[in-house]
Structure formats: structure tokens, C-alpha cells
């Protein structure tokens, strides 16, 4: 199994000098509000694998009702189709780079639809405007909450989701030996106005990554 994760130039230049990172959810730089799930999250992810990690690696694991990500390629490709999802993110730029992460067979990688993160992180702020924009009522919205919670504690991704996204997967650490490979970034506004395919150049760090994941 592989997860796809896109990373910040402070993280890879960690792996560069320690060859390791654990992520500290406390000290995570995602969006805004979002940040008020992830709480939820890793308390789940820690009770499905017996664990007490400090954070999580968000990753693309495979388009909701269709096969995982097995190459760069099948990740550009619906990145590029699915324009709406490269817009949810800020960081896309040339100083992060995708790595393809081999996953441990020990680890549940709590596989849920993007959307259903964004439910939960509804009902955490319990934004009534954005409920009644689902055309939703609050026992309809509850009910499904309910069961994307149910779901996700399991670590079975939910059937039903109310709106189908890509699924994300989720990962307790980046080790050079767990990394397969480092990938430029997709650039979403050169492939808006071009309309095609474009990448970033990887960077320099990123070059030294990819020479240290030869090596081992």
C-alpha cells in the first residue's frame, strides 16, 4: 500500500539531516479552522493502532470508488481533472515536493473521504450556514456524522459519503527507508492557463532527498 503526501521544504531538509520526522499535531500549519478536527483524528487514529503519536502525514490514498494511486502519474492526472481539490490547498508552490510513502503492514491508515473531513470539522464549529447549504437538517447532518465517526473508528472508509472526494490516508512518520520516491509539485496555476499537465522543478533539498533514497 502507498500513500502520496506533499510536503513542506522544513520537513524535507528534517529528513535530510535526521533521515526522520514525527509530525506534532500542535505545531501543524493546516488551514485555519480545519485545525479544530484534527484533534478527532489522531485520537482515532492512535486508538486503531494502539498508539500514542503526537500527529499524523495526510496523504492521497485513491479517488473515492476507484483504485489507489499506484504511480506520480495517476496522482498529476486527477489533480489536473479535479481542479476543485488542488484549489482546497495553499501549497502547491515549488518549494514542496511529493513523496511516495510505502506503508508498513502494521499501520490502519484510517482511510477517509475528504469530504467527510470536512463534515466533521462542520460539526465542529457547528456552522448552522454551512449546514443549511448542505440542504441538510440537523438531525439529517448529525445522522451523518454519526456515521462518518462510526466509519472512521473502524478505519473502514464510509460507503455512503455525502458528497465523493478523493480519500486521504494517514501516517504516524516519515523514514527515509519508508520513502520510495520524491516527485515534483503540481502547478496548478501553469496548468490552469495552459492547459496541460505542468510540474514545478524540484528543488535543490529535494534533489538531495532523492539522492539519499538511492542510496539506502
Known sequence: MYLWTVQRKEIIKILIKTGEYYPDIKKSKGYSEMKLV?????????????????????GFYRENGKEP??????????????????????FWNSDSAILQIKVDNFINIMPIDFNDVIMLNIGKTKDLEKINDLNLSIDEFNSKLWSIINYMNKGITN???????FIEGHYPY???????????????????????????????????????ICKY
Open 159 to 165: 460507503p455512503e459519503p455525502f458528497l465523493k472526494s
Open 174 to 212: 516519515l523514514k527515509i527507508k519508508n520513502i520510495l520516491g520524491i516527485y515534483p509539485n503540481f502547478d496548478l496555476e501553469t496548468s490552469k492557463n495552459e492547459k496541460k499537465i505542468r510540474l514545478f522543478n524540484l528543488s535543490d533539498d529535494s534533489k538531495k532527498l532523492h539522492e539519499l
Open 38 to 58: 484534527y484533534p478527532l483524528l489522531l485520537e482515532s487514529f492512535n486508538s486503531l493502532n494502539n498508539n500514542s503519536f503526537m500527529g499524523m502525514i495526510f
Open 69 to 90: 494511486f499506484k504511480v506520480i502519474e495517476d496522482l498529476y492526472n486527477y489533480l489536473y481533472k479535479h481542479q476543485d481539490v488542488s484549489e482546497a490547498f495553499n
